[in-house]
């Protein structure tokens, strides 16, 4: 199995910066994708961001210029820097992959647990 472990959310002012991590571990074969989502009270889960083990990135149009992604692929590890932080962004952010368990062939998306961020105006 794949387990993730996103870090780096918390209380931030409205303006301010922060960097989420998402750390996967496990019996990792190959990590094909990293996405950030995010679910907001009351509201359905969102696709941020994701990026491929090419460097291929999409952006969803709503966060377009304020959210990076980001990947370490020696660390299995994705980033999400979000600037100018709105009290809109307060939601928890999850990490989701899509890996090859080792010595496998199949593609499976695992979950994080999430982050949560709570912007003050």
């Known amino acids: 199995q794949v387990h993730l472990v996103e870090s780096g959310g918390g209380l931030v002012q409205a303006g301010e910066s922060l960097t989420l991590s998402c750390v996967a571990s496990?019996?990792?074969?190959?990590?094909?994708?990293m996405r950030w989502y995010r679910q907001a009270s009351g509201k359905e889960r969102e696709l941020l961001a994701a990026?491929?083990?090419?460097?291929?990135?999409h952006n969803d149009d709503s966060v377009k210029g304020r959210f990076t992604i980001s990947r370490d692929n020696t660390k299995n590890t994705a980033y999400l820097h979000i600037s100018s932080l709105k009290p809109e962004d307060t939601a928890t952010y999850y990490c989701?992959?899509?890996?090859?368990?080792?010595?496998?062939?199949?593609?499976?998306?695992?979950w994080g647990q999430g982050t949560q961020v709570i912007v003050s105006s």
């Open positions: 989701n992959v899509r890996a090859v368990l080792s010595g496998g062939i199949w593609e499976s998306d695992y």
């Open positions: 990026i491929t083990d090419t460097g291929l990135q």
């Open positions: 496990g019996s990792i074969g190959s990590i094909k994708a």
